[in-house]
């Protein structure tokens, strides 16, 4: 299992590739972006990863909404050749609020809209061309859509629970990005789910790559309340709401890892057992800078140790 932090997207880039070589420096493997309105997270990850030799990047996630996987692909293709072979796409559905809001596009039929991106995407990503007309989109490629030092194929990963986007995922990605799903709902519903799907289509096991909110921290019910004011977003989404409940909680925050070195090692290592190939942590500046760093040291001390 390797582990690795998500970092916000708040400062600029200066700052944000000096957090990312501090966290190399510790010890972790990874470093992902997610992707709202501001950043484009595939370049963001392109340029961290090219000035911190060493470090996988991902993004976590892009909305399938509103893009194409002509130009996901090649965004995705410039992010792996500038960083050799170092980059992970993650794929998301996205929520009916953003979509509709933003891009002033129809939510709709999301699963099917994930089969024929990720259909398409695989073709390009592995061959360099695509040649798929689907009910609701087309992608061609009259011109050459290899990038030169895109090796190997960019890994596609999707934030997916449900279970027809689990199913969906097993069969055409790489591996899965669970968020506020914790070690029973990854046992008992997640990774069996695409773990099957996988199997079925001939694929190699999906790598499981859970997203989980957490601080080293000594004044732990400060940083619950915290957690309760910055997660609680997550709770207006019957998809997350869903998955907090089958992991035994019935808030975003109490999917928070909370605590000493000791509590949260322990958290870590029922992730590891529920099924996690890899660990992220978020929101590990929930608390302030010197709980980041501790939550950090302990993080890069289990991804070495």
Not at 102 to 124: D, K, M, S
Not at 200 to 221: H, K, L, N, Y
Request: a negative charge.
């Amino acid at each position: 299992m390797t582990l690795g932090l998500a970092l916000a997207l708040e400062q600029d880039i200066d700052r944000t590739v000096l957090l990312a070589r501090e966290a190399h420096d510790t010890g972790l493997r990874s470093v992902w972006f997610g992707q709202t309105l501001s950043y484009d997270s595939p370049t963001l990850a392109a340029v961290v990863g090219r000035e911190v030799p060493g470090l996988h990047v991902g993004t976590a996630a892009i909305p399938v909404f509103g893009r194409h996987p002509l130009l996901v692909s090649s965004q995705a293709q410039t992010a792996q050749a500038a960083t050799g072979g170092r980059y992970h796409l993650g794929l998301a559905l996205g929520t009916k609020y953003v979509t509709e809001t933003a891009f002033g596009i129809p939510h709709e039929r999301p699963v099917r809209l994930l089969r024929e991106f990720l259909t398409a995407l695989r073709q390009l990503v592995e061959t360099g061309s695509a040649d798929f007309r689907g009910e609701l989109l087309t992608a061609h490629t009259p011109l050459p859509a290899a990038v030169p030092g895109a090796v190997p194929p960019v890994p596609i990963l999707v934030a997916a629970m449900g279970p027809q986007a689990l199913r969906v995922s097993g069969e055409l990605a790489d591996g899965i990005l669970p968020y506020l799903a914790g070690p029973r709902a990854l046992a008992e519903h997640i990774v069996p789910a695409v773990t099957a799907a996988a199997e079925a289509a001939g694929r190699p096991a999906p790598r499981i790559v859970a997203f989980v909110p957490g601080v080293v921290t000594a004044d732990v019910e400060a940083a619950r309340e915290k957690a309760v004011e910055a997660l609680g977003f997550y709770e207006r989404f019957p998809s997350y709401e869903r998955v907090i409940r089958l992991s035994g909680g019935t808030r975003a925050a109490d999917l928070a890892v909370i605590g000493d070195e000791e509590t949260v090692a322990a958290e870590v290592a029922r992730y590891r057992a529920a099924g996690a190939t890899d660990v992220v942590f978020t929101t590990t500046d929930l608390t302030g800078d010197a709980d980041r760093r501790r939550t950090w040291k302990l993080l890069g001390e289990l991804a070495t140790g």
